[in-house]
C-alpha cells in the first residue's frame, strides 16, 4: 500500500536538494510525497540550524506536528515522526529530550542509510533512533536516481561541507569536512536530470568553488573545468552555481564566466562585511581589497555578471567605523542582491564566547541602514531591465491565470503574460515593470506584433 512522506524543508538549497533526494530513497519503500503533514505517515522536518531564529522554527513546528501524531494515533493511525538536517546534527538527544514524541533524528550525512533507520523505528519498543554520525561511506554513492522529475530547474550537489572554520558559522560542524563527488556521478546524475526535462542545473555546495573532484582522467578537477563539461550535455541550457568563497575564485571559475554561454552571469559571492579588522576577527582569509580584485576580474570576463552577497552586522568586535566600512563597499560593488544578517551567536563556534558583543539595538540599526542601501541597490538594478528583453525560463504559474511565473539570467523573478502550454520554454521577455522583487514582461514575439 501507498504510504504517504511529507518533508517539511528549512534553510538553505542544499536542504532542499537533500529532501528530494530523501523523496528518491524512500520511494522503493513504497512512499510517496504528500503535500500536508496529516495525510503522512511518515512527516520528516529537514532543518537548518545557521541562525537561532532557524532553530526556534523547528520547535514551533513540532507542536503543530504532536497534534497532528496524537490526533492520528486517536483514530488508530500512525504517524513516524523524524528531525533531520543541521539542527539534528547539532542538537541530536537534546531534541528528543525537548520533544519525546519524535521517532528519529539524523544528520545530513546519514540519509542514505533511511531504510534501515526506519525499520529500526518499525521494531523500537517506543524509543526513539539516533543517528547523527558522520559515516566513512559518502552518502551520494548509495543514492538511488531520481523517483520523480524535478522540474525545469532542479539543484545538484557537487561539494558539502566545509573545512574553512569562520568564527561565527556553524556549518564545518553541522555538515563536516569538506567533500567533492567525483565528476562521472556528476555528469551522470545531470544527464538523469535533463533527461527528465530539467534545462537548468544549480550545482551546489557550501563552498561549490573550492570543488576539487576525482575526474574521469583520474586527476583532482576543479569547478570550471565540472562546468565546461556539463555545458556539452545537450538540452542542458542554463548552469549556476553556489555558495561560492573569495578564497577559492580561482583563473578557472572566472574563465567560465567568460567562455560558457549557458554559465549564466550572476554570482554568489559572500563578502560578509566591508571592513578588514572584522573580516580577520571572522577567520575569512580574505581583505576587502582581495574582494575588489575578485569583482573586477570576473567584469572584466563577463562584463553584465551580475553580484549576490551575504552580509552580516554586529559580529563580535564591530564598531560603528567597521560598519560604515561595510556600507561603503555595498556602495562601490552595487549588488543585483544581497542578504543580510544580525550575528546570532551559535553554539560551539569561537564567535558566540567572544568578547566585546555587539548590543542587541546596534546590530538592529545597522541592519536597518545596510537593507535600506541593498533594497536600493536591488530596485535600481531591476528597473534598469525595464525595455530590455531577456531570455526567461518559465517555471510556474504564474499569481494571477494566464500568467507564467520564470527567472531571467540574473535571477530575478519574472512574470510574463503567456499560456501554460509554454511551460519549460526559454522565451525572450520584454521586461515592462520592476517592482520590488520581479519584474513582469510580455512574451517578445506578442511584443513585436
Ligand atoms: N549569524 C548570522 N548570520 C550567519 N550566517 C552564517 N552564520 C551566521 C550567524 N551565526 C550567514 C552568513 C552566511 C549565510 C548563509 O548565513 O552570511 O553566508
Ligand atoms: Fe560557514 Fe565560512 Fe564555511 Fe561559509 S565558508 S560555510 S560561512 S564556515
Known amino acids: 500500500m501507498a ?113 534501515e533507520l526506519i525499520a529500526r523505528v518499525l521494531r523500537a519498543d517506543g524509543t526513539a533512533v539516533l543517528d547523527t554520525s558522520f559515516p566513512t561511506e559518502p552518502k551520494f554513492d548509495f543514492l538511488p536516481t531520481a523517483a520523480a522529475p524535478r522540474g525545469f530547474a532542479a539543484f545538484l550537489t557537487v561539494q558539502e561541507g566545509c573545512d574553512k572554520f569562520c568564527s561565527f558559522c556553524v556549518v564545518p560542524y553541522t555538515r563536516g569536512a569538506e567533500y567533492s563527488r567525483p565528476v562521472a556521478q556528476i555528469l551522470a546524475e545531470a544527464r538523469g536530470l535533463v533527461r527528465d526535462g530539467v534545462r537548468e542545473i544549480t550545482l551546489l555546495g557550501q563552498n561549490v568553488n573550492a570543488y576539487h573532484g576525482e575526474g574521469p582522467d583520474g586527476r583532482e578537477w576543479r569547478l570550471g573545468k565540472l562546468i565546461r563539461h556539463l555545458a556539452e550535455i545537450p538540452g542542458l541550457d542554463r548552469i549556476r552555481y553556489t555558495t561560492s568563497h573569495p578564497r577559492d575564485v580561482d583563473d578557472e571559475q572566472v574563465a567560465a564566466h567568460r567562455d560558457v554561454p549557458q554559465l549564466m552571469p550572476f554570482l554568489h559571492l559572500p563578502v560578509q562585511s566591508g571592513s578588514d579588522r572584522v573580516l580577520a576577527a571572522m577567520n575569512r582569509h580574505h581583505t576587502v581589497a582581495d574582494y575588489r580584485r575578485i569583482v573586477d576580474r570576473l567584469r572584466c570576463a563577463r562584463a553584465d555578471l551580475a553580484l549576490s552577497t551575504d552580509l552580516i552586522v554586529g559580529h563580535p568586535g564591530e564598531s560603528e567605523e567597521d560598519h560604515r566600512a561595510t556600507l561603503g563597499l555595498v556602495n562601490e560593488v552595487r549588488f543585483a542582491q544581497a542578504f543580510s544578517f544580525k550575528y546570532s551567536p551559535r553554539p560551539g563556534t569561537p564567535a558566540a564566547s567572544g568578547a566585546s558583543q555587539v548590543h542587541d539595538d ?41 500568467q507564467l511565473a520564470g527567472r531571467s539570467p540574473y535571477l530575478q523573478s519574472v512574470h510574463v503574460a503567456a499560456v501554460a502550454a509554454r511551460l519549460g520554454e526559454i522565451v525572450p521577455a520584454v521586461i515592462t515593470a520592476a517592482t520590488a522583487n520581479s519584474l513582469s514582461g510580455s512574451l517578445a514575439e506578442t511584443a513585436a506584433e
Not at 545596510?370 to 531570455?391: D, I, K, M, S, Y
Open 362 to 402: 546596534a546590530k538592529s540599526r545597522r541592519l536597518g541602514e545596510l537593507q535600506q542601501l541593498l533594497a536600493n541597490h536591488h530596485r535600481e538594478f531591476n528597473e534598469a531591465c525595464v525595455g530590455r528583453t531577456l531570455p526567461v525560463l518559465l517555471q510556474k504559474p504564474g499569481r494571477h491565470l494566464g
Open 3 to 115: 504510504k504517504g512522506v511529507y518533508i517539511k524543508t528549512f534553510g538553505c538549497q542544499m536542504n532542499v536538494y537533500d529532501s528530494a533526494r530523501m523523496t528518491d530513497v524512500l520511494a522503493p519503500l513504497g512512499f510517496t510525497a504528500v503535500d500536508t503533514a496529516k495525510d503522512a505517515e511518515l512527516v520528516i522536518l529537514n532543518t537548518c540550524h545557521i541562525r537561532v531564529k532557524a532553530a526556534e522554527k523547528v520547535y514551533s513546528e513540532l507542536g503543530t506536528i504532536r497534534r497532528l501524531k496524537a490526533a492520528k494515533a486517536k483514530s488508530g493511525g500512525r504517524m513516524i515522526v523524524a528531525v533531520a538536517g543541521c539542527t539534528a546534527q547539532a542538537e541530536g538527544a537534546e531534541v528528543i529530550e525537548r520533544a519525546p514524541f519524535v521517532d528519529l533524528v539524523f544528520g545530513p550525512q546519514s540519509y542514505h542509510r533511511l531504510p
